[in-house]
């Protein structure tokens, strides 16, 4: 009898062979995997941590920047210095600042006037800037600007708002037109707001916050309107990954003396030391610069060894002599740090300051 067909087989030695290629596209591409995963873990980590502290540099910068914009040559004369109830600056201290600003509140511009002063009515640009809880306004113009003594309910229009207003009796501008006080572009703000900026700690890993509050300048001592930095650490919480292990705050100050008929003036940052900022320091600030080391304490699936000499320290600002100065070293090379700073020129304030006192 006749076979008609062989039958074929790999042998032994092909099927390791087989195997052992198998494995290894197969381990490579986990290799590939894996690193794309810790690429992509690190990078979401160093995004997130810097959004976050982008937005709590521009939020803060921002309230300092329209620092004395509503203030008047009064609230500057009468400030009694750091911890004075009164004047445009109310504390600057090492981690604590207070001041006075309109950040947050409308600032729009008139767009047409109707009425005698001193009640007008007035239709403004930017709707989405005004709010039912405005009950002050700031008007100006070329001689200064108006408070208002009331502010009726707004109407909400296609084209803006439209809003009545009442000032004070003013001789010079009693029963003249309002469009004539305040013609079309004219700026309106809103009431000035106390902003305290504070920061607390108790060391590295430990619990810390850093917080910048408002309320309005007429509201009771003590009392808050809202908040607009909320953060907070704490090591006990095992769902909070973001901590705040330094934080600083300096004031560029600037003195002049006269010699032999020259002033001369210098400038020099300071930050006071567990006190507050002397009065006379504070009625020469012309500038604030703050910043902070943001530490991410989510894991990056680092696999390296954690040896004292790896690691790296993130330093918030550098001196005159460009040395480093606050300090921080990375807790473990499994975490992610970055540093945020900004300086921010008191333009307004130093405007205010300058000027010769109304009498």
Known sequence: MKKCCSA???????????????VTIIASFYKLYDASVRTERSASIRVAVNLMGEQMIDTIAESIRLMGLNSVKSDYLES???????????????????????????ITKVKTAESNFPSCKFKLFNTAAFYNGVN????????????????GTPTYLSDGIQVNVTFSENDKYNTIGCEQV????????GEDFVYTLEYTSGGTGSTNSLTLSYAKESSAVGVTDGTLVDFSYNPENNNNYYSMPKFVLEYLVESCTEENETVVCQRNWKTPKSSVLEAEDVKGMIAVRFGFILLSRKERVYSGSDTPGSLPTYCIFKSDNDQDYYCDTLPSLNYTASVFRKVVYLANYRFLKDQTPVE
């Open 136 to 151: 002050k306004l700031y008007f100006h113009n070329e001689d200064g600007f108006f408070k208002t003594v009331s502010v």
């Open 182 to 189: 305040f013609p079309e572009g004219s700026l309106v703000t």
């Open 80 to 106: 009694t210095g750091a911890d004075g109830n009164v004047g445009i600056i109310r504390h600057a201290g090492e981690y604590k600042f207070v001041y006075l600003s309109p950040y947050g509140s409308p």
């Open 8 to 22: 074929k087989a790999f042998t032994i030695i092909e099927l390791m062979v087989s195997i052992f290629i198998t």
